[in-house]
């Protein structure tokens, strides 16, 4: 298009290609004309008609009329965009006659430095996300490295600790009249700590196989209360050495379950054995056992000093210990509830703690009524 | 299996910046067990070279280019569980690499995708991204020792800096074998780097596993 004049042909390239914003005013802040650029980026004169209605004005502090005063400063305005975010803008007002020409301007060397700056952030978090991918690819080989020797250390050590044991035994049967008061107690020590490696070594070897994601189950058809009960006889014999009461309350169960029998004795005799530590001399432990619904609910509760909610968050974690102490001193790995949790969840099942510090803890298990043909998650 | 037709449909989305339908594309080549070099060499590589080429006809401008190198490295980071879990797996060369931009080159997709390759092949790679000073380089060199050095550099005019890298890296480590590649040289630069002894050029990242997988 040819022009009469430069002036012609400089206000239409301002109008129509300018990237800047052009806005022609009142003397009141009415916009009159805006330029394409203006209102692509604002819709103005379509949904907003006044140049205050335009910028972000967190203050209620703007007051044009005393912008126009100065047209050789530029004005810092935050301008709303129709894409949700402001854009920052120099503005320049002109009063020509009884209108008010307003230029507004992107800071584009600011823009440039931001956006090296964007791209710099950017590289730098895609480089720590790389190296963070690598060393936990790194951690998790450590980890089976680990749980390989952790499980090839517990095998070991299970015979000749099955060894001690016996012996042990055999001498506290056959050979303890022939021994003085110390010495018999010399052997109990021996065999007491003995059984406590032993449980330790078991439960390594659980947790490498958990770890080493190969911890199967052997699903059977069963009658869930005597598994229940074959599980409480030890307990039984542990809270009556305590002095402590156990309350069982079992209902009948409509029919068999699919359940590692072992696994589920093992988990059950935990929670209960747990409770018992914790209990004092006296107290009494609640285990219920009742189908409900599609599910099978095993309760445990404690009057014992309960735990506290950081305490309870790390309940299931390997070698967590809670800062509650056991009311007789009792050993323990630390491996226990994390066994329990995987023993359970493998099941489909899920387990609960509600726990009151000096008010005692009730851990609660649901297991499905699964059928025959359903494979439970590992 | 990379289609034409799937290349050039991700090519639009990338070019649209549409992040999201980029990676569901990626995320689904990595769910059908695409070979990850595969992967790398006939999308990312190739994407990336075009929209290089664009640039460099002006095509593009810079801001689209840096927000597809955006997108393409933030893919990446989608691939880099599988990556770094086979290369885990894998057997591992006792071998280590470290990869470098040239100074002023921002440029470091294409570095990284390198130390990427060697990662796949038993290499432990160490990235030691975009722009970095020749010094730092000397001295991360002196301190890990890496079998090789790889050196990217993507923009022609930062040939210079690629070139005052090999020679601060031959003068201070005279034995240490040098691999170079990158965009720049589709605009020449091949005959200075035979210049220098022990410095190869590799022309594309298909080319690289021969050379690295003895």
Same mark, same amino acid.
């Given at each position: 298009? =040819? ?110 430095? =931001? ?81 406590? =490696? ?34 409480l006889e030890i307990n039984r014999l542990q809270a009556r050495k305590k002095g402590v009461i156990l309350q069982v309350d079992m209902e009948a169960c409509p029919k068999p379950v699919f359940i590692d029998a072992a696994k589920i004795e093992q988990a059950v005799t935990n929670l209960v054995s747990n409770a018992i530590d914790y209990s004092r001399k006296g107290d009494t432990v609640r285990v219920r056992f009742f189908p409900q619904q599609d599910h099978l609910v095993f309760s445990v509760e404690d009057n014992g000093p309960g735990m ?29 509830l994390m066994i329990t949790h995987k023993i359970i969840t493998a099941h489909n099942g899920t387990l609960h703690v509600n726990s009151t510090p000096d008010r005692g803890t009730t851990i609660t298990v649901t297991l499905p009524l699964i059928n025959q043909f359903d494979t439970p998650k590992e | 299996m990379i289609t034409g037709a799937l290349y050039q449909n991700y090519l639009t989305l990338l070019l649209d910046g549409d992040r999201r339908a980029c990676a569901q594309i990626v995320q689904q080549l990595l769910d059908d067990d695409i070979?990850?070099?595969? $992967? ?10 075009? /929209? ?15 927000? /597809? ?8 980071? $989608? ?6 879990? #086979?290369?885990? /797996? ?21 570095? #990284?995708?390198?130390? +990427?390759?060697?990662? $796949? ?13 020749? +010094? ?10 890496? +079998?090789?050095?790889?050196?990217? /550099? ?24 040098? $691999? ?35």
């Amino acid at each position: 298009m =040819m022009y009469e004049t430069r002036e012609q042909a400089v206000y239409a390239y301002v109008t129509r290609q300018s990237q800047d914003l052009f806005f022609v005013l009142s003397r009141d802040g009415r916009i009159l004309q805006a330029n394409e650029s203006a209102r692509t980026l604002t819709k103005c004169l379509e949904n907003v008609t006044t140049f205050s209605d335009l910028v972000v004005d967190f203050a209620s502090t703007f007051n044009l009329t005393g912008l126009f005063q100065t047209p050789e400063v530029p004005h810092l305005l935050n301008i709303k965009t129709t894409t949700g975010l402001p854009q920052s803008y120099d503005f320049y007002f002109e009063q020509v006659q009884h209108l008010v020409l307003a230029f507004g301007r992107l800071d584009a060397r600011e823009i440039t430095h =931001m956006q090296k700056q964007l791209l710099s952030l950017n590289q730098e978090l895609n480089n720590l996300t790389r190296r963070l991918h690598k060393q936990n690819a790194e951690l998790a080989r450590l980890n089976w490295e680990k749980n390989q020797f952790l499980g090839m250390a517990a095998h070991d050590l299970r015979k000749p600790i099955g060894l001690i044991l016996t012996y042990c035994e055999f001498l506290q049967d056959e050979a303890a009249r022939d021994l003085n008061t110390e010495h018999q107690k010399f052997l109990s020590t021996i065999h007491n700590r003995s059984l406590f =490696m032993k449980h330790l070594v078991d439960d390594f070897l659980d947790v490498s196989a958990i770890e080493a994601g190969r911890f199967d189950l052997d699903l059977q058809p069963v009658d869930i209360p005597n598994v229940l009960s074959t599980s409480l006889e030890i307990n039984r014999l542990q809270a009556r050495k305590k002095g402590v009461i156990l309350q069982v309350d079992m209902e009948a169960c409509p029919k068999p379950v699919f359940i590692d029998a072992a696994k589920i004795e093992q988990a059950v005799t935990n929670l209960v054995s747990n409770a018992i530590d914790y209990s004092r001399k006296g107290d009494t432990v609640r285990v219920r056992f009742f189908p409900q619904q599609d599910h099978l609910v095993f309760s445990v509760e404690d009057n014992g000093p309960g735990m506290s909610r950081q305490d309870r968050e790390k309940l299931f974690t390997p070698f967590s210990r809670t800062r509650t102490k056991k009311t007789a001193g009792e050993k323990s790995t630390g491996l226990g509830l994390m066994i329990t949790h995987k023993i359970i969840t493998a099941h489909n099942g899920t387990l609960h703690v509600n726990s009151t510090p000096d008010r005692g803890t009730t851990i609660t298990v649901t297991l499905p009524l699964i059928n025959q043909f359903d494979t439970p998650k590992e | 299996m990379i289609t034409g037709a799937l290349y050039q449909n991700y090519l639009t989305l990338l070019l649209d910046g549409d992040r999201r339908a980029c990676a569901q594309i990626v995320q689904q080549l990595l769910d059908d067990d695409i070979a990850i070099q595969t $992967l790398y060499h006939d999308l990312f590589q190739k994407s990336m070279y075009e /929209v290089g080429r664009l640039w460099e006809f002006n095509r593009i401008s810079v801001a689209k280019e840096h927000l /597809v190198t955006a997108i393409t490295e933030g893919l990446l980071n $989608l691939v880099y569980p599988r990556l770094f879990e #086979k290369a885990s /797996v894998d057997s591992r060369n006792e071998k280590k690499v470290v990869i470098s931009c040239a100074a002023n080159e921002f440029h470091q997709v294409g570095g #990284k995708m390198v130390a +990427d390759i060697f990662e $796949l092949n038993g290499w432990d790679s160490q990235f030691l991204g975009a722009n970095t000073p020749v +010094d730092q380089m000397l001295a991360h060199i002196q301190e890990e020792k890496p +079998d090789l050095v790889g050196l990217s /550099v993507s923009v022609y005019f930062n040939m210079p800096a690629l070139r005052s890298g090999i020679e601060a890296i031959r003068g201070n480590f005279l034995h240490l074998d040098i $691999l170079v590649g990158g965009q720049a040289f589709n605009w020449g630069g091949t005959e200075i780097i035979k210049q220098y002894s022990g410095t190869a050029y590799v022309p594309s990242l298909d080319r690289l596993t021969p050379l690295i997988s003895a």
